[in-house]
C-alpha cells in the first residue's frame, strides 16, 4: 500500500479493517455524523441529478439513494470509476474486497483526488462505503467527468515506467527505453495537434464537402470545354481566329502595362518634386532655428538629445531588458510546470494572501520601529522615488512620441508616394469626405443606441427565459409529483390550436351572417355528435363508478402491501446487518488465524535454519576439518555463477564482434559456390559439344 502514501491512506491491518466495519455496521459508522443534514441532502440531490442524466440513467430518487446500503453504494462508485476508465467495469460480488480497493484507490491517485474531509480515515471509510466519503468522492468525480475522461485516456498513454538503472545499462534495454520515450513525445505533439484542430473548429465533413464540390465544379468545367472545342472544330478557319484572338489579347495586356508604368513613373516624379520641396523647407527651418538661439542654443538641445540618449541607453533600456527577461523566464517557468487544477489555485491563492499578511506585518514592525531621524530619511526616500518615477514617465512619453513621429513621418512617405491629385478633384474629394463623414456619424448614433436597445433587450430575453425555464422545470416537477406530467405543455397546445382557431375565424369570417351560419353548422355538429356519444357516456359512466370502486380498494390494497414491505424490509435490513458483521467476524479472525499460522511457520524455519549453522559451525568430519557452512555454500556458488556470467559476457561480445564478419565471408563463399558452379556447368557443356563430333575449337 506504498502506492497510496501521497494521499495519505494508510494500511491498518486486516484485524484493523474487520474491527472498524463491524463497528460501522452496528453503530451506522462514526463518519455519517461527520455530515450535516443540509450539506448531505445537497450532495445527495447533486449526485441524483448527475446519475439520472446520460450516460448513466439510473432513473434514481433522493429517497432510493439515501436508502442505498453500503455494497450498492460502491456498486455505483465503480460504475462511475468505470464510465472513466473501461477498465475497471466488473462487479463487486465477483471481486476480492482488498483487491477492489487497491483498484480505485489506484485509479483515484492518477485522477489526483485529495480527499475533502482530513479528519476521516479515508482507506477505512471506502472499505466500509460509508457516506461522508462516498459522497464527496461522487460528487467531485460527476462534476469533472469530462475533465477526468481526458485525464484518465492521457495518463493510459503518459504514465511512464519507472526501469532500475541497473538494468538500464544493457543497451538493448535502453534502446528500447529509448525508442519508449520517443513514442512518448510523439504522443504529446499528436495530441496537441489533435486539440489544436478540435478547437480550431475546422471540421473534416466541411473539407469533405469543399472537396466533392470543387471536384464537381472541375468535371463541369471540362464538360464546357470538352464542348467548345467541338463546336470550334466544326468552323473553319478557327485556328488562324484562335492565333489572332491571343495575339489581341497580348496587345491589350500590353497596352495596360504600359499605361500602367507610365502613371507610375508620373507618380515618381510628382513624389519627387513633393520631396524635394519638403527637404527645401526642412532645411530652411533647420537655418532658423539653429540662428534663433545661436550657437549656445544649438549646442544645449544637443547637449539635451545626448543626455535623453545616455539615459535611455544606461538606465532605462537595460531596465526594460531585465523586466523582460524575469518576464520571460517566469512564462518558461510557467510552460514547463504541469497544468494546474483548481485545487492547485486555490492553495496557491491561500499561500499569496498568507505572504501578503506576513509582508503587511512586517511593515507595520518596521514602521513602529523608526524614530525621527528615519522619518526624514523615508521622506526624502519618498521624494527620490517619485522623481524617479516621473523621470520614467517622462523617459517612456519621449519613447512614445519619438514612435510616433516615426509612424507619421512614415505615413507622410507611403502618401507621398501616391499619385497627386488635382486641386479641383481634392476639393471635390473633401466635400465627399464632409458628407459621408456626417452620415458615418449619423449612422453611427443610431448604431450605438440600436446596439444599446439591442443589449437591454437581450439581456431582458435571457433573463425572462431564465425565469421561464425555471417556472417549467418547477411546474414540471409539481405535475410529476401530482401524478399530471405533461399538463402544461398539452395547455399550451390547447392555448396554441385555439389561437390558430381563432385566427381562422377571424380570418373566414367578418360579418354577422358569417358567424351564424358557423354558429348554426357548430351547434347541428354538437348535437349529431351528442347524438352519436350518448350511448358512449351512458357506458362511460357506469365504468366511471367501477373505476372509482376499484380505485378505493387498490388504495386498500397499496396501503396493506407498503406497510407489509416496510416490515419485511426492516427486519430483512437487520439481519443483513448481523450477517455481515458476523462475516466481517468471520474474516478478521481466518486472517489473524492465517496470519499467525505463518508467523509462526516463519519462525519455525528460521529456528531450524539457526540450528543447522550452529551444528555445521561446531560439527566435524574430522581430525582437524570443520564442515562448510550454508553460507559459505551460498557464497562459494555465487562467485561460480559470476564467473560464468562473466564468461558468458565475454562470449557473447566476441560473437557479436564477430558476427558481420562472419556474414560478409559467408556471402564471399556463396558468391565463389555460384561461380564455380557456373564452370562446372560450362565445362560440362563444351564436353557434350566434344563428345558429339562437332569439329570446333574449343579455348
Keep these: 500500500f506504498e502506492l497510496f502514501a501521497a494521499m495519505g491512506l494508510g494500511d491498518s491491518g486486516p484485524t484493523s479493517r474487520a474491527a472498524s466495519g463491524h463497528a460501522h455496521a452496528q453503530g451506522g459508522g462514526d463518519g455519517d455524523a461527520q455530515f450535516g443534514p443540509v450539506v448531505e441532502l445537497m450532495l445527495s440531490k447533486s449526485i441524483v441529478e448527475a446519475l439520472n442524466k446520460p450516460p448513466f440513467n439510473r432513473s434514481l430518487t433522493l429517497v432510493s439513494f439515501d436508502a442505498l446500503d453500503a455494497p450498492s453504494l460502491l456498486q455505483i462508485l465503480n460504475d462511475v470509476l468505470a464510465e472513466i476508465s473501461p477498465d475497471h467495469k466488473m462487479n463487486l460480488r465477483e471481486e476480492d474486497p482488498e483487491q477492489t480497493i487497491i483498484r480505485m484507490l489506484g485509479l483515484l491517485r492518477v485522477l489526483k483526488y485529495k480527499p475533502t474531509n482530513p479528519n476521516v480515515n479515508f482507506r477505512q471509510g471506502l472499505i466500509g462505503g460509508t457516506k461522508d466519503v462516498v459522497y464527496p468522492l461522487l460528487s467531485w468525480l460527476l462534476q469533472k467527468l469530462p475533465d477526468l475522461l481526458k485525464r484518465a485516456y492521457l495518463a493510459r498513454y503518459l504514465q511512464k515506467i519507472e526501469v532500475p538503472p541497473e538494468i538500464l545499462q544493457d543497451d538493448e534495454v535502453q534502446s528500447v527505453h529509448g525508442q519508449y520515450e520517443k513514442l512518448l513525445a510523439d504522443f504529446k505533439e499528436l495530441h496537441k495537434k489533435v486539440e489544436t484542430m478540435r478547437s480550431s473548429g475546422i471540421s473534416a465533413a466541411d473539407v469533405k464537402k469543399d472537396i466533392a464540390s470543387m471536384e464537381e465544379e472541375k468535371e463541369q468545367l471540362k464538360k464546357r470545354l470538352d464542348r467548345m472545342r467541338k463546336k470550334l472544330d466544326t468552323i473553319p478557319g478557327h485556328e488562324k481566329m484562335l492565333a489572332a484572338a491571343r495575339a489581341l489579347r497580348l496587345e491589350h495586356e500590353r497596352a ?25 523647407e526642412e532645411l530652411q527651418d533647420a537655418r532658423a532655428g539653429a540662428f534663433t538661439g545661436g550657437i549656445q542654443g544649438l549646442l544645449s538641445r544637443v547637449e539635451e538629445d545626448e543626455k535623453l540618449n545616455r539615459y535611455l541607453s544606461t538606465e532605462k533600456l537595460p531596465q526594460a531588458l531585465r523586466e523582460k527577461e524575469k518576464q520571460y523566464a517566469e512564462l518558461r517557468k510557467v510552460v514547463e510546470e504541469p497544468s494546474m487544477t483548481s485545487d492547485d489555485l486555490q492553495l496557491l491563492h491561500q499561500t499569496l494572501q498568507e505572504v501578503t499578511s506576513e509582508c503587511n506585518a512586517l511593515h507595520e514592525r518596521r514602521m513602529a520601529k523608526t ?129 390558430i382557431k381563432s385566427t381562422v375565424d377571424e380570418r373566414k369570417g367578418r360579418t354577422l351572417e358569417d358567424i351564424s351560419q358557423m354558429v348554426a353548422q357548430l351547434t347541428k355538429l354538437i348535437e349529431s355528435k351528442k347524438s352519436e356519444l350518448s350511448p358512449t357516456i351512458r357506458e362511460l359512466r357506469v365504468l366511471r363508478s367501477q373505476a372509482q370502486e376499484i380505485e378505493v380498494e387498490y388504495d386498500e390494497k397499496k396501503t396493506t402491501y407498503t406497510s407489509m414491505v416496510a416490515g419485511y424490509e426492516n427486519n430483512r435490513n437487520k439481519l443483513d446487518a448481523e450477517v455481515r458483521s458476523l462475516r466481517e467476524e468471520v474474516v478478521a479472525e481466518e486472517s489473524r488465524w492465517h496470519q499467525m499460522q505463518i508467523q509462526s511457520r516463519v519462525l519455525q524455519a528460521q529456528s531450524e535454519r539457526v540450528q543447522r549453522e550452529m551444528q555445521s559451525y561446531v560439527a566435524t568430519m574430522g581430525p582437524g576439518q570443520q564442515r562448510k557452512s550454508l553460507r559459505d555454500t551460498i557464497t562459494k556458488k555465487i562467485q561460480e555463477q559470476e564467473v560464468a556470467g562473466k564468461t558468458l559476457r565475454e562470449r557473447q561480445k566476441a560473437i557479436k564482434d564477430a558476427h558481420q564478419p562472419g556474414l560478409k565471408q559467408l556471402d564471399i563463399w556463396r558468391d565463389l559456390q555460384k561461380l564455380l558452379e557456373i564452370k562446372m556447368r560450362a565445362a560440362e557443356a563444351a564436353r557434350g559439344e566434344v563428345q558429339g563430333g562437332s569439329d570446333r575449337l574449343v579455348l
Design 371 to 499: 524614530d525621527g531621524g528615519d522619518e526624514k530619511l523615508a521622506l526624502f526616500r519618498q521624494q527620490a522615488g517619485l522623481i524617479g518615477r516621473k523621470k520614467e514617465a517622462l523617459s517612456g512619453r519621449v519613447q512614445e512620441l519619438i514612435a510616433e513621429r516615426d509612424a507619421i513621418l512614415a505615413q507622410l512617405g507611403q502618401k507621398a508616394s501616391k499619385t497627386v491629385i488635382k486641386a479641383e478633384d481634392f476639393k471635390k474629394f473633401v466635400a465627399k469626405l464632409r458628407i459621408k463623414s456626417n452620415e458615418y456619424k449619423a449612422k453611427k448614433q443610431e448604431l450605438s443606441e440600436l446596439q444599446a436597445e439591442h443589449l437591454v433587450l437581450a439581456r431582458t430575453e435571457e433573463i425572462l427565459r431564465s425565469k421561464d425555464d425555471s417556472a417549467r422545470a418547477a411546474l414540471g416537477e409539481l405535475e410529476r409529483q401530482h401524478g399530471v406530467s405533461g399538463f402544461h405543455q398539452t395547455q399550451e397546445t390547447l392555448e396554441k390550436v385555439s389561437s
Design 256 to 280: 495596360d502595362t504600359l499605361a500602367q508604368s507610365r502613371t507610375e513613373m508620373r507618380g515618381q516624379i510628382g513624389h519627387l518634386e513633393q520631396r524635394l520641396q519638403r527637404v527645401g
